[in-house]
């Protein structure tokens, strides 16, 4: 059992209130009891992934979902500032280009995997969400070697397969780390399109991104 079982319960509860009071008390106790950022993030996003389960499931509605992520943002506020100072200074930084992809506005697990890898000592553009195309092309021209997509639809993911195509024909793909997430993705899906790294959350994407890369 984690040494924060008791913080990442309350964490969790938290989220799944869905009221943003409550989310920053959680967040304010753990830090009190000496609890991690990483470790604060990842209780949270746990609880951010049941609350996507109760929306489907019927038990929560859209303006739950929004108060569990606007208390997501408040608690990323408070904590990037000790994530940076902890953060671990490589001596040469990689740089990563993030990005939710075109026609999909999901951005709430892809701003957490930007700001943990930030975290890491990746250089990180953050390119936001519904980004075109050719707009993670122009990054790696520009010298990322990292390419990081989000998608949280099935109609979306397809996007990260046509994304590669385009680093592909514009020469970069063996440059390139590509790295995809987001809930419908999974490891197969990212053998089948040919990604280098599939993050099923923000800790496995660092650890992964970490190891992996060009
Ligand atoms: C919150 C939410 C919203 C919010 C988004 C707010 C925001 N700023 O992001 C709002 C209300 C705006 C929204 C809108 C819509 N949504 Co919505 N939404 C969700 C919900 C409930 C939770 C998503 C979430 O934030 N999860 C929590 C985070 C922490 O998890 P995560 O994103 O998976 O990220 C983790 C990992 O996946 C990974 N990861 C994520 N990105 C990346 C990237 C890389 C590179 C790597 C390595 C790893 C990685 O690490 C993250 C951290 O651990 C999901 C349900 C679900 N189960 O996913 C539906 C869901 C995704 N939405 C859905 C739909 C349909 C929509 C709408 C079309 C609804 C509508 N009819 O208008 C619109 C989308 C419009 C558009 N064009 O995009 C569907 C998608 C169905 C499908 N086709 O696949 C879902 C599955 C709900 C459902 N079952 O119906 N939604």
């Given amino acids: ?15 799944v209130s ?3 009071p409550e989310i920053e008390k959680a967040v304010e106790e753990s830090r009190k009891a000496g609890m991690p950022a990483t470790a604060i993030i990842d209780g949270l996003g746990a609880g951010m992934t049941e609350v996507g389960v109760l929306f489907e499931r019927g038990k ?5 979902v929004l108060s569990a992520a606007a208390g997501m943002k408040k608690a990323m506020e408070v904590l990037e500032p000790e994530l940076l100072t902890n953060g671990e200074k490589g001596t040469e930084k990689r740089s990563v280009v993030m990005g939710t992809v075109e026609g999909d506005v999901h951005d709430i697990g892809k701003s957490i995997c930007s700001t943990m890898l930030q975290c890491a000592g990746f250089d ?12 993670f092309v ?3 021209k520009g010298g990322c070697t990292y390419c990081g997509m989000s998608a949280l639809m099935t109609t979306t993911m397809t996007v990260q397969k046509e994304v590669i195509e385009l680093l592909k024909e514009a020469g970069l793909r063996d440059k390139t780390t590509v790295m995809i997430g987001g809930a419908p993705v999974t490891q197969a ?9 599939y993050g099923e959350s923000a800790s496995e994407t660092v650890s992964k991104a970490k190891i992996i890369g060009v």
């Fill in 124 to 135: 990180v553009h953050d390119l936001g969400r519904d980004v075109p195309k050719a707009s």
């Fill in 60 to 64: 929560l509605f859209l303006p739950h």
């Fill in 1 to 15: 059992m984690s040494e924060f079982a008791k913080e990442e319960k309350a964490l969790f509860d938290a989220m």
């Fill in 138 to 140: 122009n990054e790696v």
């Fill in 189 to 197: 899906y990212a053998d089948k399109i040919g990604a280098d790294i």
């Fill in 18 to 20: 869905y009221k943003v």
